[in-house]
């Protein structure tokens, strides 16, 4: 079974300060994992994307996150925040055994990202 | 390229009417994907169609909720005799066979009074 863990509900921080929304997961198998981003109104946009390639992933907009295997950690980071990152964050899960994707992606409870002026 | 579309966007219902929801993945995209976000449980796995094998509805909640996918392309997602707890946002995405990356629609609201 897998699951996920964003270990804070709300982040705020100030515009141009560096940005850290944290996730922990459990997985059976040998994980994809995703950060996908959610602006209000709006559907849900692919971040980044971890297939076990190189463990620290680069994604859209000056996001990373780097797959530590020892600590079941996704981190989302980014070095300078901008007014337009405000937004829910999304870590996700996905159960791969040998590479195929079982397609049911498991979600975190989300991280609301407040921007300050 | 277009996106995956989803219609109606906003849906109000009566409790105890049927609704059908439905999905337009990208074109291309062989696996289907439902889920539903709420604020009581957030994000949840309904079903899933991936090309031309039986669907997993593992994540159905209940018997009044149905999907099906026609030629393998759109699907529609019906609920049955509508309950308050049914008022949710359902999202529908659609991805490459055995590929993990999901694209998402915008979704439909769906408001049970």
């Known amino acids: 079974a897998q699951s996920v863990t964003q270990l804070d509900s709300h982040v705020s921080v100030s515009e141009g300060t560096p940005v850290l929304l944290r996730c922990n997961y459990s997985s059976s198998y040998s994980p994809s994992l995703f950060w996908y981003v959610q602006h209000p109104n709006k559907g849900l946009q692919l971040l980044l994307k971890?297939?076990?390639?190189?463990?620290l992933v680069k994604g859209i907009n000056g996001f990373e996150a780097e797959f530590k295997k020892s600590e079941t950690s996704f981190h989302l980071t980014k070095p300078s925040a901008h007014m337009s990152d405000a937004a829910e964050y999304f870590c996700?899960?996905?159960?791969?055994?040998?590479?195929?994707?079982?397609?049911?992606?498991?979600f975190g409870q989300g991280t609301i990202l407040t921007v300050h002026p | 390229g277009a996106g995956v579309s989803q219609s109606p966007s906003n849906k109000v219902t009566e409790k105890g009417k049927d609704v059908e929801l439905r999905c337009d993945p990208i074109s291309g995209h062989t696996a289907l994907y439902w889920y539903r976000q709420s604020l009581g449980q957030g994000l949840e796995f309904l079903i899933y169609f991936q090309g031309n094998s039986a669907p997993d509805k593992s994540g159905l909640p209940s018997d009044r909720f149905s999907a099906e996918r026609t030629g393998g392309s759109v699907s529609t997602l019906t609920i049955q005799r509508t309950q308050q707890e049914d008022s949710a946002v359902y999202l529908c995405?659609?991805?490459?066979?055995?590929?993990?990356?999901?694209?998402f629609g915008p979704g439909t609201r769906l408001t049970v009074t």
């Open positions: 971890y297939t076990s390639a190189a463990t």
């Open positions: 995405a659609s991805s490459l066979l055995y590929v993990g990356e999901q694209y």
């Open positions: 996700v899960v996905d159960d791969n055994a040998g590479g195929t994707s079982y397609g049911k992606l498991t």
